[in-house]
């Protein structure tokens, strides 16, 4: 069973920056695509971005393509999400999600395992 878990959200400023990190327990990390979404208070939960298996290719939504920068790390089995020049409609729950890489289509946003999600407060 594929254990995710989100750290690193909390409350700034808008312009600043945070980075958050998805540990993932499966002895076979570098073969599974990792998922960022978001839910705003009130709306639906929504595609941020994703990073695929071994490397091999990261994929963002318009709405955050600049900002949003995800990178991975095979040896830790985490895979980072950095978000710089934060606005008031980034706040929300941040959740990593984990599926096999071979599984979906690149651009698939069905995923099969979920973590709790971390909390994002921007301020204006």
């Known amino acids: 069973q594929v254990q995710l878990l989100e750290s690193g959200g909390g409350s700034v400023q808008a312009g600043g920056s945070l980075r958050l990190s998805c540990l993932v327990s499966?002895?076979?990390?570098?073969?599974?695509?990792i998922g960022w979404f978001r839910q705003a208070p009130g709306k639906e939960r929504e595609f941020v971005a994703s990073?695929?298996?071994?490397?091999?290719?990261?994929y963002y939504s318009d709405s955050v393509s600049g900002r949003f920068t995800t990178s991975r790390s095979n040896a830790k089995s985490t895979v980072y999400l950095q978000i710089n020049s934060l606005e008031p409609d980034d706040t929300g729950v941040y959740y990593c999600?984990?599926?096999?890489?071979?599984?979906?289509?690149?651009?698939?946003?069905?995923?099969?395992?979920w973590g709790q999600g971390t909390q994002v407060t921007v301020s204006s």
């Open positions: 499966v002895p076979t990390f570098r073969t599974y695509d």
């Open positions: 999600a984990a599926r096999p890489g071979y599984s979906r289509h690149p651009a698939s946003r069905d995923y099969d395992s």
């Open positions: 990073n695929r298996w071994s490397s091999s290719g990261t």
